[in-house]
Protein backbone atom coordinates (compact mmCIF):
# COMPACT_ATOMS: atom_id res chain seq x y z
CA UNK A 1 0.00 0.00 0.00
CA UNK A 2 1.05 3.67 -0.79
CA UNK A 3 0.73 5.52 2.03
CA UNK A 4 1.44 9.41 0.47
CA UNK A 5 -1.38 10.68 -1.49
CA UNK A 6 -0.87 12.29 -4.61
CA UNK A 7 -0.67 16.33 -4.89
CA UNK A 8 0.39 15.89 -8.30
CA UNK A 9 -2.96 17.34 -9.92
CA UNK A 10 -3.61 20.15 -7.56
CA UNK A 11 -0.44 21.78 -7.65
CA UNK A 12 -1.87 23.62 -10.87
CA UNK A 13 -4.56 25.45 -9.05
CA UNK A 14 -3.35 28.52 -8.15
CA UNK A 15 -5.18 30.22 -5.25
CA UNK A 16 -4.26 33.93 -6.37
CA UNK A 17 -7.07 33.14 -9.60
CA UNK A 18 -8.73 36.61 -10.24
CA UNK A 19 -12.47 36.85 -9.68
CA UNK A 20 -14.28 36.64 -12.80
CA UNK A 21 -15.82 40.27 -12.67
CA UNK A 22 -12.55 41.77 -11.52
CA UNK A 23 -11.84 43.03 -15.17
CA UNK A 24 -15.55 44.33 -15.84
CA UNK A 25 -16.75 47.46 -14.47
CA UNK A 26 -19.71 46.57 -12.68
CA UNK A 27 -22.31 49.39 -12.86
CA UNK A 28 -23.54 50.55 -9.18
CA UNK A 29 -27.20 51.93 -8.43
CA UNK A 30 -26.85 56.13 -8.06
CA UNK A 31 -28.88 55.87 -5.12
CA UNK A 32 -27.34 52.79 -3.17
CA UNK A 33 -24.95 51.81 -4.45
CA UNK A 34 -25.68 47.93 -4.89
CA UNK A 35 -23.17 46.75 -7.52
CA UNK A 36 -25.78 45.86 -10.20
CA UNK A 37 -24.70 41.98 -11.21
CA UNK A 38 -26.79 39.69 -12.60
CA UNK A 39 -28.90 38.96 -10.42
CA UNK A 40 -29.76 42.61 -9.78
CA UNK A 41 -32.37 43.91 -10.82
CA UNK A 42 -31.94 47.17 -12.06
CA UNK A 43 -32.62 49.72 -15.33
CA UNK A 44 -30.42 51.67 -16.77
CA UNK A 45 -31.41 54.97 -19.13
CA UNK A 46 -32.79 53.64 -22.19
CA UNK A 47 -32.22 57.09 -23.84
CA UNK A 48 -28.64 57.80 -23.39
CA UNK A 49 -27.75 54.32 -21.81
CA UNK A 50 -25.44 55.99 -19.60
CA UNK A 51 -23.42 53.64 -17.68
CA UNK A 52 -22.92 55.43 -14.76
CA UNK A 53 -27.35 55.74 -14.21
CA UNK A 54 -27.93 52.48 -13.42
CA UNK A 55 -31.11 52.40 -10.70
CA UNK A 56 -31.83 49.56 -8.56
CA UNK A 57 -35.46 48.13 -8.65
CA UNK A 58 -35.47 48.93 -5.07
CA UNK A 59 -34.63 52.58 -5.06
CA UNK A 60 -37.12 52.74 -8.11
CA UNK A 61 -40.09 51.61 -6.08
CA UNK A 62 -40.54 48.66 -8.54
CA UNK A 63 -41.43 45.23 -7.55
CA UNK A 64 -39.26 42.00 -8.63
CA UNK A 65 -42.65 40.51 -10.37
CA UNK A 66 -43.09 44.08 -12.48
CA UNK A 67 -39.66 44.33 -13.24
CA UNK A 68 -39.89 40.98 -14.43
CA UNK A 69 -43.31 41.39 -15.99
CA UNK A 70 -42.02 44.51 -17.74
CA UNK A 71 -38.50 42.83 -19.11
CA UNK A 72 -40.73 40.05 -20.49
CA UNK A 73 -42.82 42.41 -22.66
CA UNK A 74 -40.14 44.65 -23.77
CA UNK A 75 -42.73 47.58 -22.42
CA UNK A 76 -39.46 48.57 -20.01
CA UNK A 77 -38.27 51.85 -20.42
CA UNK A 78 -36.88 54.00 -18.07
CA UNK A 79 -35.16 57.26 -18.85
CA UNK A 80 -32.32 59.27 -16.33
CA UNK A 81 -33.79 62.57 -14.58
CA UNK A 82 -32.26 64.53 -17.99
CA UNK A 83 -33.30 62.10 -20.50
CA UNK A 84 -37.56 62.06 -19.35
CA UNK A 85 -37.41 65.95 -18.78
CA UNK A 86 -36.35 65.68 -22.67
CA UNK A 87 -39.44 62.90 -23.28
CA UNK A 88 -41.82 65.37 -21.42
CA UNK A 89 -41.32 68.08 -23.28
CA UNK A 90 -41.58 65.97 -26.77
CA UNK A 91 -44.70 64.95 -25.20
CA UNK A 92 -46.27 67.89 -24.22
CA UNK A 93 -45.63 69.69 -27.55
ZN1 LIG B 1 -30.43 51.25 -5.34
ZN1 LIG C 1 -30.58 59.32 -20.00
Known amino acids: MS ?3 AVGAS ?6 APKKLDNVAVPVC ?3 GTPVSADV ?3 QCE ?3 DP ?4 CIGCLAVS ?5 MLIACKELCWFCH ?3 EDVVKIKDD
Open 82 to 84: ECS
Open 47 to 49: RCG
Open 41 to 43: RAL
Open 3 to 5: GAP
Open 52 to 55: NKWK
Open 30 to 32: TVC
Open 64 to 68: ADAYD
Open 11 to 16: AAYSPA
